[in-house]
């Protein structure tokens, strides 16, 4: 099995650094509510994701909800896969109302280090009811061979043998 995922030990600094910032901001704009709200609410987030494979391709899955599908770039550079995106906060809906925001908005990017046995060329995406398919294909290369040993014609040469020499 081949490992695609990224090992990032400092994320978590990361997201608490980056609610300190969005927290300095709401501080710091404190004369425009507004925008300091929209601010607190906004953040960046990591979708989650399922990646698997079998002989033939490599499937990534990310859970994307919300998310309209031209609001999310796909993008293969060198052996690295990027998935970015944003989701927006609605507008429309009254801040005033709101009890509990749970839901993240905001900007994402995941990047996923590919395997020699991917074939750049042969990627499609498909986005259906909040989930990101990409299907990486493997080069013919890397694709398992099967061969057929044939153990009942090697029985008949022995058997053909045998009669000759008697």
Known sequence: MTLMTRWEPFREF???QDRL????????ESHNPE????????????????????????TVKMEVPGIDEKDIDVCIDG??????????LEKDEKEENYRRIERQYGSFTRSFTLP????PTQ????YEQGVLKVNLAKKAEAKPKQIKINVGSQK???????????
């Open 14 to 16: 990361s997201v608490l």
């Open 21 to 28: 910032n969005q927290m300095n901001r709401f501080f710091r």
């Open 35 to 58: 925008a300091s709200e929209e601010a607190l609410m906004t953040t960046t987030f990591a979708p989650p994701v399922d990646i698997y494979e079998d002989e033939h391709a490599i």
């Open 79 to 88: 052996n690295t896969l990027s998935v970015r995106g944003e989701r927006k």
């Open 116 to 119: 020699s046995s991917v074939d």
């Open 123 to 126: 990627v499609s995406a498909h």
């Open 156 to 166: 008949v040469l022995e058997a053909k043998a045998h009669t000759k020499a008697a």
